[in-house]
């Protein structure tokens, strides 16, 4: 899968299949519609495009209007979501930056410079709740006339459901934020997991008595919050059991900076205490123990941790890791 920085690109697909959104989690929902975008693109000859945007057009317009509160929780890094559109076998992704001058962009004028010539789009596919352009002027009606006026077709794609439940990314971030992780995990498809590198730390987890894995979130408002049972892939053979924190740790340092801390419960040997740092890592996220918690001390929340390490370890014990 190749990924591109907006438009101006040489290696762009010379005739491309299409579908746009923010695919955030990219759900079940998401896999469905790019399943379907693979087959149209091959019928077409074309190569399989995502586009999506960078920040969220929800993440701007917040930010626009001086309520940073009104942005959404982010399910996925973009790193993470990169890899599952990868792993979706789409072709090539773009990643458009959303700002002033997109937001005011009209529809019409989105179709020539984004679809027709930035992409060179021959098929569109869009979910059943599409809208684009300035002011959300563009609809599915619209888009399709656009289509039939310049040359490629349009489809749109129904709401996807399992188990009677509507996939969407609004549900996957109430699942997350109330603690829901098998919920979640029907929603993705997967387990609920973040990637990153290791990186430094304060080194207080050594000083307490539980090393951490630090991994970086890059947004302010994660979709999920709290300790968590996880398992650990990238540092052996198979995962490692382990037990989290993603937060803002309120107890050493509340700054708004989110970090997921991750303590194996076992350390392989061979990898020695130093060699995490610069690894790619991915945690899943299998079970919320409770939310952040701030501790009057540091030897409280040395308890704390202990508690929260001892109820990791009854959680494997009644659900083992399959490899």
């Given at each position: 899968?190749?990924?591109?920085?907006?438009?101006?690109?040489?290696?762009?697909?010379?005739?491309?299949?299409?579908?746009?959104?923010?695919?955030?989690?990219?759900?079940?929902?998401?896999?469905?519609?790019?399943?379907?975008?693979k087959s149209e693109a091959v019928h077409r000859h074309a190569l399989s495009c995502v586009l999506t945007?960078?920040?969220?057009?929800?993440?701007?317009?917040?930010?626009?209007?001086?309520?940073?509160?009104?942005?959404?929780?982010?399910?996925?890094?973009?790193?993470?979501?990169?890899?599952?559109?990868?792993?979706?076998?789409?072709?090539?992704?773009?990643?458009?930056?959303?700002?002033?001058?997109?937001?005011?962009?009209?529809?019409?004028?989105?179709?020539?410079?984004?679809?027709?010539?930035?992409?060179?789009?021959?098929?569109?596919?869009?979910?059943?709740?599409?809208?684009?352009?300035?002011?959300?002027?563009?609809?599915?009606?619209?888009?399709?006339?656009?289509?039939?006026?310049?040359?490629?077709?349009?489809?749109?794609?129904?709401?996807?459901?399992?188990?009677?439940?509507?996939?969407?990314?609004?549900?996957?971030?109430?699942a997350l934020a109330t603690g829901e992780m098998e919920r979640a995990a029907v929603l993705l498809g997967?387990?609920?997991?973040?990637?990153?590198?290791?990186?430094?730390?304060?080194?207080?987890?050594?000083?307490?008595?539980?090393?951490?894995?630090?991994?970086?979130?890059?947004?302010?408002?994660?979709?999920?919050?709290?300790?968590?049972?996880?398992?650990?892939?990238?540092?052996?053979?198979?995962?490692?059991?382990?037990?989290?924190?993603?937060?803002?740790?309120?107890?050493?340092?509340?700054?708004?900076?989110?970090?997921?801390?991750?303590?194996?419960?076992?350390?392989?040997?061979?990898?020695?205490?130093?060699?995490?740092?610069?690894?790619?890592?991915?945690?899943?996220?299998?079970?919320?123990?409770?939310?952040?918690?701030?501790?009057?001390?540091?030897?409280?929340?040395?308890?704390?941790?202990?508690?929260?390490?001892?109820?990791?370890?009854?959680?494997?014990?009644?659900?083992?890791?399959?490899?």
């Amino acid at each position: 899968m190749r990924v591109f920085r907006g438009l101006n690109h040489d290696g762009l697909a010379p005739a491309s299949a299409v579908t746009l959104g923010n695919f955030d989690g990219v759900h079940r929902g998401h896999q469905a519609m790019l399943a379907l975008l693979k087959s149209e693109a091959v019928h077409r000859h074309a190569l399989s495009c995502v586009l999506t945007f960078e920040p969220h057009p929800r993440d701007f317009f917040a930010e626009r209007s001086g309520r940073p509160e009104q942005a959404p929780a982010r399910i996925s890094t973009l790193r993470d979501k990169l890899d599952e559109l990868d792993r979706c076998g789409v072709d090539q992704v773009v990643v458009l930056r959303f700002d002033e001058r997109l937001a005011r962009q009209s529809p019409q004028a989105f179709v020539d410079d984004v679809l027709v010539r930035g992409l060179r789009a021959r098929y569109v596919l869009v979910g059943d709740d599409f809208r684009f352009g300035a002011k959300r002027a563009g609809d599915y009606a619209l888009l399709d006339a656009e289509g039939t006026a310049k040359g490629f077709d349009v489809a749109r794609m129904n709401s996807y459901e399992v188990h009677g439940l509507r996939v969407s990314s609004s549900a996957v971030r109430e699942a997350l934020a109330t603690g829901e992780m098998e919920r979640a995990a029907v929603l993705l498809g997967r387990p609920y997991s973040i990637s990153g590198h290791v990186l430094h730390g304060r080194k207080l987890g050594r000083e307490l008595g539980f090393r951490t894995l630090n991994l970086r979130f890059p947004h302010a408002k994660p979709a999920a919050h709290g300790i968590f049972v996880v398992q650990v892939h990238g540092l052996a053979d198979s995962p490692l059991p382990g037990v989290a924190s993603l937060g803002v740790r309120p107890t050493v340092e509340d700054a708004g900076r989110v970090l997921l801390e991750t303590h194996c419960l076992r350390w392989p040997e061979a990898l020695g205490p130093e060699a995490a740092y610069g690894r790619r890592v991915r945690v899943e996220l299998l079970h919320r123990l409770h939310e952040e918690r701030r501790y009057p001390s540091l030897h409280a929340l040395r308890a704390g941790i202990a508690e929260d390490v001892e109820q990791a370890r009854a959680w494997f014990a009644l659900h083992p890791i399959n490899g």
